[in-house]
DNA sequence: TCCGAAAGGTTGACGTCCTCAACAATTGAC
DNA sequence: GTCAATTGTTGAGGACGTCAACCTTTCGGA
């Protein structure tokens, strides 16, 4: 493209761009493992998604904001995570329309599994020395936090 | 946890774990923009991000694995393409399986469009000093390229 | 106290995206 | 010439997501 590339540094227009690039292909392939990990524990993404964003008992309303997406959406995952017996819906007794959402034991073993089989997983995708690691980590934490504070 | 560990000091499974959420984060904004100006473009994603990897003629087959997907599903995103005006089937004369993907002159317009838009969200998204952002890339690639090394 | 707004969850209709298996047409190698 | 491989298409099917409508429950105020 520019041949003058020895030069003059990259434009800062390049660099946005080939950082855009980078974050789709790391956060593919981060994906694409988990995914992966999920098949293996024949869940859909969906429910494997859910199932490590329960700790502990939560209303449904909860796990949708922490999803980001329709209430309703959420239905038929815990449908799914109800089926295979990992939670159980439990209503509030204080406020009869709120439902917690409670892991069962194999719930919680599967959830487990499926947080550390993970976490290999993504230790092997960034295999670069610690201190990188841990920079790279504080300049993305600078992004989402500079990005959060003007949504 | 940590099964080897005895006591790090700051250990590098949090930072494992933080790396991940922080790619997944960041990438998910990047992706919630490209999906909303391709929404006022009146493109789905899928066909969105397909047209944005339209340069030049290409067979349909390259266009799946640039996008890392069966070619049975290129058929239907090209086949809304072609209803919106954008793309047009040509069959190479040469070898008559494969056909090239042309985009129109409305195509190429709104490829721009897009290129442009997403461009400045994403240099919105990335707001930190230039140096920081130049060093996010590297690291990033680092871990790119060390992935890729070994698949 | 009663009424209406608001919130939690469910259902149904609908659309998008993706894979798989099977297929026709074409090519190339033996 | 024949057979294997490739390109693109079709149809079935599933996962995922939104939206609108609904019921139940809660809560604040007239």
Known sequence: MTADGAHSPAAPDQVITELADLVFQVAGRLRQGFNAIAAELDLP??????????RGPAPMRDLADLLGCDASNVTGIVDGLERRGLVTR??????????????????QRRRDLLGTKAHIRAAALF????ADRRHL????????????RRP
């Open 45 to 54: 993404p969906a429910q494997a998604l859910a199932l490590v964003n329960l």
């Open 90 to 107: 439990r209503t509030d007794p204080t406020d009869r329309r709120v439902k917690h959402l409670v892991l069962t034991d194999e719930g």
């Open 127 to 130: 295999a670069v020395p610690d």
């Open 137 to 148: 980590r504080d300049l993305l934490a600078a992004v989402a936090n500079e990005e959060q």
